[in-house]
């Protein structure tokens, strides 16, 4: 079963990140997932990490580990 994603939360982010400040830029959430319960969204990857986590968007299991993240 698929991991749900945190639409919520990462409808809360800026558009882009050109107008924040560096700061603030660099904790602008990616990609999230809900744990346990709708309430408990928490972020796989933020704007300021050296790599993206984004294996929550990937629904197909054929899909190699390494095409699901940018370095």
Same mark, same amino acid.
């Given at each position: 079963?698929? /991991?749900? +994603?945190?639409?919520? *939360? !990462?409808?809360? /982010?800026? !558009?882009?990140?050109? &107008? $924040? $400040? !560096?700061? #603030?830029?660099?904790?602008? $959430?990616?990609? %999230?997932? !809900? @744990?346990? @319960?709708?309430?408990?969204? #928490?972020? %796989?990857? #933020?704007?300021? &990490?050296?790599?993206?986590? *984004?294996?929550? =968007? =990937?629904? /197909?299991?054929? $899909?190699?580990?390494?095409?699901? +993240?940018?370095?």
């Amino acid at each position: 079963m698929a /991991q749900p +994603k945190a639409y919520g *939360l !990462l409808a809360e /982010q800026p !558009l882009s990140a050109t &107008d $924040v $400040v !560096l700061e #603030r830029a660099l904790h602008i $959430v990616i990609s %999230a997932i !809900l @744990g346990r @319960g709708w309430e408990n969204a #928490r972020s %796989a990857s #933020r704007y300021g &990490d050296l790599i993206w986590e *984004l294996w929550p =968007f =990937f629904e /197909q299991s054929n $899909v190699a580990a390494a095409k699901k +993240k940018i370095n």
